[in-house]
């Protein structure tokens, strides 16, 4: 069975697989990795738009989630995302990727790892999904306040900048912040990605002179 609805437990729920789904429900014979499946509610998305565009799903988790649906467009595989030696033969098996979904360990080091891994595996013009790059529901007085989860989506947010800014020409990020966030990386060429770049402000001599200017008069 999917997901209805119906048993979405908020709207930001919702929001978050439509801001997935507009861009991927066309796309014939897709093909999809998901890393992360906890309630299986992207996957339960990921299985439809399967079963409408005749495509396949390659899901994995360290928690045994194989239970949850029986559909033979679905592989399930019970290891550690970054086992790339058994999920890249799946991949092969499905003949590349459209889609790639990151909602497993949300570490910004990690998440660079394994999207520079299954991104070469993308094809052109495909999509990569981060969840949880936003950090105002853990922010201090907000809803979900969390220091530990604060300073987790915002370093993943950093992260996809700084890749972002030393590949410019090779792809394209869009962001929601609805709840937890959603990243979404467009593959826009074929050549192999930079590594990431730290994003500084530039230093301009005149707003130097500015701020010396700005000591003395208050002195």
Same mark, same amino acid.
């Given at each position: ?59 994995? =988790?360290?928690?045994?989630?194989? +239970? ?5 467009? $679905?592989?399930?595989? +019970?290891?550690? =995302?970054?086992?790339f030696e058994k ?18 360990? +949300? ?27 936003? $950090? ?11 220091s530990g989860m604060? =300073? ?21 990020? =869009?962001?929601?912040?609805n709840d937890s ?26 707003? $130097? ?11």
């Open positions: 069975m999917l997901y209805s609805e119906s048993k979405f437990k908020t709207a930001y729920e919702m929001l978050k697989l439509q801001f997935i789904y507009k861009d991927i429900e066309k796309i014939k014979n897709i093909k999809i990795l998901e890393l992360g499946v906890r309630k299986g509610i992207s996957t339960s998305l990921f299985l439809k738009l399967c079963e409408e565009n005749d495509g396949k799903l390659v899901s994995v =988790d360290i928690a045994d989630c194989g +239970h949850l649906y029986k559909n033979k467009r $679905w592989n399930f595989l +019970h290891t550690r =995302d970054d086992n999920i890249d033969k799946e991949i092969l098996k499905m003949g590349g990727l459209d889609v790639i979904y990151i909602d497993s360990f +949300h570490e910004s080091n990690h998440v660079k790892k394994i999207f520079y891994h299954y991104y070469k595996l993308l094809s052109k013009n495909g999509f990569i999904f981060v969840d949880d790059i936003c $950090w105002l529901p853990y922010a201090k007085s907000s809803y979900r306040e969390s604060y =300073d987790a989506n915002y370093k993943v947010f950093e992260k996809l900048l700084e890749i972002k800014f030393n590949n410019r020409e090779n792809l394209n990020i =869009d962001f929601s912040f966030g959603t990243a979404k990386i467009t593959k826009i060429t074929e050549a192999k990605i930079k590594e990431p770049k730290k994003v500084k402000k530039s230093f301009l001599f005149k707003n $130097w002179i500015l701020n010396i200017y700005k000591i003395f008069i208050n002195k």
